[in-house]
Nanobody, 120 residues
Framework: VQLQASGGGLVQPGGSLRLSCVAS????????MAWYRQAPGNERELVAY???????DYADSVKGRFAISRDNTKNTVYLQMYGLKPEDTAVYYC???????????????WGQGTLVTVSS
């Protein structure tokens, strides 16, 4: 397994969760990292990405509530989620990919998903 995600679970609206994804060294060091999510009946969407030089961006729906970070000593990318809403319910996927200036993020390697359920 090259990308291993964890940290999903059931949380009440307004709550917080932190997702983690450990990648193999070669994949992590050579790529930007991202989180996608897919809710039932919806297409998979990009939630956030972070490049090797720590530039990042977020989907408008999560700006101000989610924070992506990476620890290069642990080959790990995190997604800290605050103020969770029922519409954040989805399977969240870790991804390693390519992000060049002025070009959309391009996914390359996928991890397995971790389910986040926001419900009272």
């Amino acid at each position: 397994v090259q990308l291993q995600a964890s940290g999903g679970g059931l949380v009440q609206p307004g709550g917080s969760l932190r997702l983690s994804c450990v990648a193999s060294g070669s994949i992590f060091s050579g790529n930007a990292m991202a989180w996608y999510r897919q809710a039932p009946g919806n297409e998979r969407e990009l939630v956030a990405y972070i490049t090797r030089d720590l530039t990042f961006d977020y989907a408008d729906s999560v700006k101000g509530r989610f924070a992506i970070s990476r620890d290069n000593t642990k080959n790990t990318v995190y997604l800290q989620m605050y103020g969770l809403k029922p519409e954040d319910t989805a399977v969240y996927y870790c991804n390693a990919g390519i992000k060049d200036f002025g070009v959309p993020y391009r996914p390359q390697f996928w991890g397995q998903g971790t389910l986040v359920t926001v419900s009272s």
